[in-house]
Nanobody, 123 residues
Framework: QVRVAETGGRPVQAGRSLSLSCGYS????????IAWYRQDPGKERDFVAS???????RYADSVKGRFAISRNSGRHTVDLQMNDMKPEDTSTYLC?????????????????WGQGTQVTVSS
């Protein structure tokens, strides 16, 4: 069973910084692509940032230059550093771990989501 859990969400004032962390359990020799999304009630999940198993990083246009994603392979975590936060960054932030790789059993490959962590940015 692959477990994914987000931590770090809290209220923060606009212009300040906040770091979220996504922890994931290791399953056999699977490799992990990790992505952050955010979702508001009644709306679809929006992509925020991702880091692939080979280190390729992508960002949504809305967070480029403000957010930074990084991986700590030894701790099995991926952090999302959010700087110069804006009220529109208020959302529930969710982490998705995609298991992949030739050494990963087919039955285990796929997407695993955490429960989310709430970030509220006040003006």
């Amino acid at each position: 069973q692959v477990r994914v859990a987000e931590t770090g969400g809290r209220p923060v004032q606009a212009g300040r910084s906040l770091s979220l962390s996504c922890g994931y359990s290791v399953y056999m020799t699977c490799q992990y692509d990790i992505a952050w999304y955010r979702q508001d009630p009644g709306k679809e999940r929006d992509f925020v940032a991702s880091i692939s198993k080979d280190g390729t990083i992508r960002y949504a246009d809305s967070v480029k230059g403000r957010f930074a994603i990084s991986r700590n392979s030894g701790r099995h975590t991926v952090d999302l550093q959010m700087n110069d936060m804006k009220p529109e960054d208020t959302s529930t932030y969710l982490c998705k771990a995609t298991l992949t790789g030739v050494g990963c059993p087919r039955a285990a490959r796929g997407d695993y989501w955490g429960q989310g962590t709430q970030v509220t940015v006040s003006s």
